[in-house]
């Protein structure tokens, strides 16, 4: 059984502010990747005990390569580096994976009670909708691992995030909060020892519920419009793809789910 452990930064554990974040060189950030490979570990180690015997963690905040290779729990292989081949040049990888847990994923732009709350860019104030229903972050990866059809079927984060999670994967999926958000970047924090008990015990959980999640999918082809934060960003965008349809708005029409981010 293979599992892919997608990542993001802002949901891990003892992750509440920016500069943990976006600048690589800053001591903050170093140690948010330390509190990322901690978070790794614990989600591998459930896993394993769950039955999976192939575990792959996927560095996918920002441009990647945030993982420390010498804290790479030694139970998992893992995909970083920078110029990311194309999922359609990975289909046979990923035709063989059963099911994604999202790990320190956060909500999407503009949720009240999400810590570090936003939508692909941080900067942008980007958001999205596809067929009328604004998503963020959760519902575009399952969307593209739908596309494969390979379900969803834990995450990790803030108790926005977990919500956020099921209702847009339903019921069936681990949601493993692992702090409270009460502004984008204040929140009440789990002790990370403490949130890597429960996601090692939520990823055990998982591996018994890959029968029951369902890959996400939406009706094709899937209409979609991106917002962005004012007139001045989306006056530098240059797009063919999209028409820009209001100082901020663009809407374009995606024929399948590895689309979705090409505006």
Known sequence: MRILICTDMEGISGVCIWDQTR?????????A????????????DGCRAGGADDVVASDGHGGGFNFVPELMHPGARYL????RTSMTQREAFFRAVDGVILLGYHAMAETPD????????????????YNDRECGE?????????????????????????REAREFLGEAIVTVPVKEG????????????DAHDRIREGAQQAMGRIRECRPFTMELPIRG???????SI??????????RVDDCTFETVFEIPLEIYSF
């Open 23 to 31: 600048d690589q060189t800053t001591a903050h950030y170093q140690e």
């Open 33 to 44: 990747r330390r509190l990322l490979m901690a978070d790794i570990a614990a989600a591998v």
């Open 80 to 83: 970083t580096g920078r110029q």
């Open 114 to 129: 999400g810590i570090l709350r936003h939508t692909q860019s941080s900067l942008g104030g980007n958001r999205y909708w």
């Open 138 to 162: 959760i519902a575009q990866s399952a969307l593209v691992y739908g596309h494969f059809g390979i379900p969803v079927v834990m995450l990790t984060g803030d108790t926005a995030a977990c």
């Open 182 to 193: 009460y502004s984008a970047q204040f929140g009440l924090l789990m002790a990370p020892k």
């Open 225 to 231: 419009r991106l917002r962005v934060g004012d007139k």
């Open 234 to 243: 989306a006056d530098a965008r240059r797009t063919t793809r999209s028409r």
